[in-house]
């Protein structure tokens, strides 16, 4: 779905004042559109910048995850991979910008051989941050990366 009105509202209140009231509607939406078959082997939220998640003192994208998972029963690995580098808000950069500012921004030290893993995260606006962490998850040998998000920005 395009990120706009009422669904903008309500991850920006989530992300931005902490309003968990809005995770369970949200993880209601994204799971209707999902696909049943096949299934991911697991599930894990878009990681966050210690530095951001200090500021924030949650990550929402993990909230959504958690959510997400026990509407669906599935199983969550919140620790698989984390990111290793602050970078600019990608919300703050130019299109062309985004890549480069998030390249080299994940690691995950954990043998994915065969895994079928979704990525849950809010927005999709490039998909440079979805990109660079399936990188990462594919080198450790993920057989599929899938990217579940609520909504995704349009082209300016």
């Given at each position: 779905m395009s990120y706009r009105f009422p669904v903008d509202g309500a991850i920006q209140r989530l992300k931005y004042a902490a309003d968990?009231?809005?995770?369970?509607?949200?993880?209601?939406l994204l799971a209707e559109r999902l696909d049943r078959e096949p299934r991911p082997d697991l599930?894990?939220?878009m990681p966050m910048a210690s530095q951001r998640l200090r500021e924030r003192g949650f990550n929402h994208a993990q909230e959504l995850a958690r959510a997400l998972g026990e509407r669906l029963h599935l199983?969550?690995?919140?620790?698989?991979?984390?990111?290793?580098?602050h970078t600019a808000p990608q919300a703050a950069?130019?299109?062309?910008?985004?890549?480069?500012?998030?390249r080299g921004a994940?690691?995950?030290g954990t043998d994915l051989a065969g895994a079928r893993l979704a990525?849950?995260?809010?927005?999709?606006?490039?998909?440079?941050?979805?990109?660079?962490?399936?990188?990462?998850?594919?080198?450790?040998?993920a057989a599929e990366v899938w990217g579940w998000v609520l909504a995704r920005t349009e082209k300016p």
């Open positions: 968990l009231n809005a995770v369970a509607p949200l993880a209601a599930v894990l939220a199983r969550l690995a919140p620790q698989l991979c984390r990111r290793i580098r950069l130019p299109w062309a910008e985004r890549r480069r500012n998030i994940f690691e995950c990525v849950v995260d809010d927005v999709l606006t490039t998909g440079a941050t979805l990109d660079e962490l399936a990188g990462v998850l594919l080198s450790r040998g």
